[in-house]
């Protein structure tokens, strides 16, 4: 049974406590920022509309999710969760809604779905979300009264009479938009030193029409609030893709030393050595070998690619092809087959051919090269005149010579040579010997003169 819903996000805090400029949902964690975890898990139940509430670095969390179809409303003053639900009341359409902090990016899918349903079998006006921590202290304590509904919450600082359970309140709802639910919110304060019980405090006010479901892993529920919170739910993350990628065929030598984003996929056979980062949308073939200290994001690579010491930045590397140690191939390089890319070798929005070889100190930007060219050390293409780009190209087993400049917009031809330290200024046809030298001069005794000069002088 499909249960209509919207969904809430509160994303208007400044997380004072990350002593950050930036907006706390902004933080990252392996290549993506808090709020892309909740929006994505939130998106796989397909609510009727997601809701952002805005509002520190407005502008910034509102470009990073634009062009979702999301719906945004401003909390321009950060007074609190009430307060940020009475700013999203007049965009929420759905008969019930889900409330989510930005900053829980573990949250399960299979708890949101559960708690809806929950919510919805018992006709309850408001149900959250609890979890059992091995330090409760410092949470809104969840006491049930003897049908097991919540009675309501209670702060263990306020030392209370009453014995605490060890069970506590999430900052996750499910709520009926419903004329009695927006009352009680409205009667609660929107006080901003009390905003972490203020949502907590409709349970007394609703009850009984209340509802809660305790999730059994406490860590997947814990929001981030200081640096430390996001250490530790990076390593809970890292720990989830590691065990996917070993189950899948994959070795990660030192899992504690490889970061790796969740939308990254490997071959069977692959190893990733430590110090290696990969994020985005990065595919990796079979029996390829990764690192030590490769940084590789949104870029696919084939079956037996070697990528050492390097930077591959929206590249795509087919099956074969070496790339280091201390490469970078920025965004449209294309690699063909068992091609060679190695020490200090820029690569930029160009096409290498199957078999080329570029063994160290070129760039090769805005350019097509043939299938086994051979690329001297120290050649650049010369792609940019101050205004704009310009392309080269080089023919099929063209061999270009040491510390070469190509001039774009050029053609070399298909087995032309270029002789060393030349400036190609002009097209080169093919199978010819081009020579863009100056006359070389020699001056007898000259720098000993000049010695003797300076002496007297």
Known sequence: MSIPFDAVILAAGKGTRMKSRVPKVLHGILGYPLIEYVVRTVSSLDPERIIVVVGYGAEEVREYLSGRGLFFVEQAEQLGTVHALRVARDVVVSPRFLVLPGDVPLVPRDALDELLREHFARGALASFLTFSPPEPEGYGRVLRDESGIPAKIVDGGNAPAEPLSGEVVSGIYCMENAPELWKALGALSGDGAQRDHCLADLILALYPRVWALEWPDPDLLRGVDTRADLTRVEGILRDRIVRRLQSEGVTVVDPAASYIGPDVSAGIDTVIHPGTHIYGRTGIGEACEIGPNAYIVDSRLGDRVRVWFSVLEGAWVDE??????YAHLRPGARIGKGARIGNFVEVKNAEIGDGVRAGHLAYIGDAEVGEGTNIGAGTITCNYDGIRKHRTVIGKGAFIGSNTALVAPVTIGEGAVIGA?????????????????????????????????????
Request: glycine share 14%; hydrophobic share 35%.
């Open 320 to 325: 074969g092809t070496s790339i280091g140690p």
């Open 421 to 457: 330290g030349s400036v190609i200024t002009e097209d080169v046809p093919p199978y010819a010997l081009a020579l863009g030298r100056a006359r070389q001069v020699v001056k007898p005794d000259w720098a000993r003169r000049r010695a003797e000069e300076g002496r007297e002088g």
